[in-house]
């Protein structure tokens, strides 16, 4: 793949509360704004074919087709095609894989390309979907709560709590130093007044080590689908991404001047609904065969903490020099709106790339049951 990512933005996350920093917007609102921002910063939104957006609660405040709804509020042309996708977690990165695929085949020059999530508007399972609780699949087809399938992958693969505390400590601390490190939040555009991210918190090894495991009583609830399975509960709150608003908007297109960043490979995959959490693992692997590189190549490299159990599993079995890795922290303190993180990962990415003078980075975006995904881009300035 050979496309350009001419710039990518994102919000500050705002705590999914009534007086959280963003719960007074829209959704079509913050796409609004990002889109504004990269008109202010020397692109034009208006000069593209497609907006592309990802949206995992599509009812409600982000219902109504919400990539038609932001195009509306950005003031895109009419010939704009827009497209809403759900894909889980992952979401975000797939809406802009997938609009660097229509750019890379040439039926489009340009996109714009993202994701959003209000959970102040739209909560965590709100649109009640009836595979929640469907008992019609086979116990191990079945909807798992991601929190309970990152203790059961956590009792799995053998990672204890004493890992889940070291990464969720290393994620608060190096979120706290990027808010005083310009060049880490060079993308970030402050809006309503919200200037940085709103949901990391001081804490300290001990205090992590007395916190109790928080999933319990959910996992109860899911007592067929686990199949018999005896858990031994190891996440705590601090070890779960809180929930979010924010969202993430790139420009990308096949050629043109001033481009931030080249697409080298892209990689999607699914994987066993029951371990969730691992396809991102696979999608990384894709991607990197399919970019001739290994993970000693990349300079930065920003994975998703879909709970601590993935990053801690990544820490521990991938090559990998850990301070490039997540450098300005990750989703276990700065939070997860859902459709909107791996459009906000890109953007942290060449952040990042900018502030290390690096040349290759990746990220890689991991969900609940099964999905993931991964981009491997070259810094061109």
Known sequence: MNVLIFDAVRTPRGKA???????????????AHLAAAIGARGNDPRAVDQLTLGC???IGAQGGHIGMVAKLACGLPDRVAPHSLNNYCASGLSAIGQAAAAVAAGQIDRALAGGVEMMSRVPFMADKADYYEATDFAPRRRYIPVAVAADLLAVKERIDREALDRVAATSQARAAAAEDTPALIASRIAIGGLDREEAPR?????????MPPAFAAMAAGYVEALGGATIEHRHTVAHA????????????GRNGEGARARILAYAEAG?????????????????????????RDLDRIEFMEAFAVTIAKFMRDCPVDPDRVNVSGGHLAKGHPMGATGAILLSTLLDAL????G???????TGANGVGAAMIVERLR
């Open 56 to 58: 995992v609660g599509q």
């Open 354 to 357: 900018d502030a290390a003078d």
């Open 359 to 365: 040349t290759l980075g990746m990220v890689v975006v």
């Open 17 to 31: 509360r009534p007086d959280g920093g963003l719960a007074q917007e829209t959704p079509h609102g913050l796409v």
């Open 271 to 295: 994987g066993d609904p029951r371990d969730s959490l691992t396809a991102g693992f696979t999608a990384m692997n894709r991607a990197l065969a399919r970019a001739e590189l290994g993970l």
């Open 202 to 210: 001081a804490t300290t090894p001990e205090a992590l080590a007395k």
């Open 241 to 252: 991404p809180p929930m979010t608003d924010g969202a993430g908007l790139a420009l990308i």
